[in-house]
T-cell receptor, first 114, second 115 residues
Framework: LAKTTQPISMDSYEGQEVNITCSHN???????ITWYQQFPSQGPRFIIQ???TKVTNEVASLFIPADRKSSTLSLPRVSLSDTAVYYC???????????????FGQGTTLQVKP | DAGVIQSPRHEVTEMGQEVTLRCKPI?????LFWYRQTMMRGLELLIY????????DSGMPEDRFSAKMPNASFSTLKIQPSEPRDSAVYFC?????????????FGPGTRLTVT
């Protein structure tokens, strides 16, 4: 499973757009990029997944360049409630019968300030 | 759906005692995962099951840890004997292979304290 590198922490202010970049230089051809969010005293929660280019849902956008060696999670107009740890994961989670084994790194602690 | 259910939510026990953590996955999900989270080591995958069969237990720390899944709606993680270094939050998660295996649904966790 490819190793991921992301910043340990980030600060932002309410209303700003936050971009968290993750490096995964050894990503394999069949690996997908998945992001999870974890609030204090809760289990992680799936945010978004992508393979290439751009994916957008109601929560976030995920940008993946052509070489797929990195990815950027974009959170539009953050609020105080977006303060959490964000995990970038890479693995064979394409839903084609794989069990979806995910390896969590240290994550990025996002602190949103008023 | 009620989501993944874990019990107990908190457990305090003395070193040497047996501890059993329980998990009920989301109905219809056929993969189940056990994780452990500590400040020092982060979130670690201990073991996962697919269709009630253990697939990968390489994350299980040692023989003191064992996990079972007797049926599709129930799993246990047992620690015997427990040690202070086992203190952590233990999460259970489930997912559906048929759809999006990468989208795991986590339970609220069990906070274990071994004194």
């Amino acid at each position: 499973l490819a190793k991921t590198t992301q910043p340990i922490s980030m600060d932002s202010y309410e209303g700003q757009e936050v971009n968290i970049t993750c490096s995964h230089n050894n990503i394999a051809t069949n690996d997908y990029i998945t992001w999870y969010q974890q609030f204090p005293s809760q289990g992680p929660r799936f945010i978004i997944q992508g393979y290439k280019t751009k994916v957008t849902n109601e929560v976030a956008s995920l940008f993946i360049p052509a070489d797929r060696k990195s990815s950027t999670l974009s959170l539009p107009r953050v609020s105080l409630s977006d303060t959490a740890v964000y995990y970038c994961l890479v693995g064979a989670g394409d839903g084609s019968g794989n069990t979806g084994k995910l390896i969590f790194g240290q994550g990025t602690t996002l602190q949103v300030k008023p | 759906d009620a989501g993944v259910i874990q019990s107990p939510r908190h457990e305090v026990t003395e070193m040497g005692q047996e501890v059993t953590l329980r998990c009920k996955p989301i109905s219809g999900h056929n993969s189940l995962f056990w994780y452990r989270q500590t400040m020092m080591r982060g979130l670690e995958l201990l073991i996962y099951f697919n269709n009630n069969v253990p697939i990968d237990d390489s994350g299980m720390p040692e023989d003191r840890f064992s996990a079972k899944m007797p049926n599709a709606s129930f799993s246990t993680l047992k620690i015997q004997p427990s040690e202070p270094r086992d203190s952590a939050v233990y999460f259970c998660a489930s997912s559906s292979n048929r759809d999006r295996a990468y989208e795991q649904y986590f339970g609220p966790g069990t906070r274990l304290t071994v004194t």
